[in-house]
């Protein structure tokens, strides 16, 4: 079946601007995560949403960056007056239950660039 | 604060040899750890898993050693190939949910030919 699905790939902005990225996850996955990767860094968590509720937002690193998602479906990542270092790669992934026995499935990232 | 710590940022192995991936974590509450793997321009892929109820866990090539008194986990792979050249994430996480699984910085792996 089909696996995770993020677009754009790539995507360059310049500063100031806002960017909106999307991610499909696997049918009947109930939860839901943003990270990032800065380059040379781990994955940052951003967000995590158990259906269209996003219990946990602590990993948001400032007011410019909103999440939404429709049901148990897609999600869009939102950085309003993008900044350079929001340039990293954006990456999304899903799992059936939202706990640490649930293995994430990561799609392929979006790799924000901000010139 | 890195909770996750991946201390080697690369590895080079021959084929047909050991590769050891180490990792090490800060919190004692952390119960379940997992390795992932990524190749360019691809998300990580789930390779292997270990609860801390276990000290061992084997699937095939690879191997996942868990000393909970030392804080360290380790991924063994045996014998190592040209394919399994990607970088390898250790991450850790509580029970209470997985918005709590956190990452370290990763460990590229080099086997040479």
């Known amino acids: 079946g089909a696996g995770v699905s993020q677009s754009p790939s790539n995507k360059v902005t310049e500063k100031g601007k806002d960017v909106e990225l999307r991610c499909d996850p696997i049918?009947?996955?109930?939860?839901l995560y943003w990270y990032r990767q800065r380059l040379g860094q781990g994955l940052e968590f951003l967000i995590y949403?158990?259906?269209?509720?996003?219990?946990?937002k602590s990993g948001l690193p400032s007011d410019r960056f909103s999440a939404e998602r429709t049901g148990e479906s897609v999600s869009t990542l939102t950085i309003q007056r993008t900044q350079q270092e929001d340039s990293a790669v954006y990456l999304c992934?899903?799992?059936?239950?939202?706990?640490?026995?649930?293995?994430?499935?990561f799609g392929n990232g979006t790799r924000l660039t901000v010139t | 604060d890195q909770q996750v710590k991946q201390n080697s940022p690369s590895l080079s192995v021959q084929e047909g040899r050991i590769s050891i991936l180490n990792c090490d974590y800060t919190?004692?509450?952390?119960?379940?750890f997992l390795w992932y793997k990524k190749y360019p321009a691809e998300g990580p892929t789930f390779l292997i898993s270990?609860?801390?109820?276990?000290d061992k866990n084997e699937d095939g090539r690879f191997t996942v050693f868990l000393n909970k008194s030392a804080k360290h986990l380790s991924l063994h792979i045996v014998p190592s190939q040209p394919g399994d050249s990607a970088v390898y994430f250790c991450?850790?996480?509580?029970?209470?949910?997985?918005?709590?699984?956190?990452f370290g910085t990763g460990t590229r792996l080099t086997v040479i030919p």
């Open positions: 049918s009947g996955h109930t939860a």
């Open positions: 949403f158990q259906g269209n509720s996003a219990p946990d």
């Open positions: 270990i609860s801390s109820i276990k």
């Open positions: 992934a899903s799992s059936q239950r939202g706990t640490g026995l649930s293995p994430l499935h």
């Open positions: 991450a850790a996480s509580g029970q209470t949910g997985a918005n709590n699984l956190f």
């Open positions: 919190n004692s509450m952390f119960d379940y």
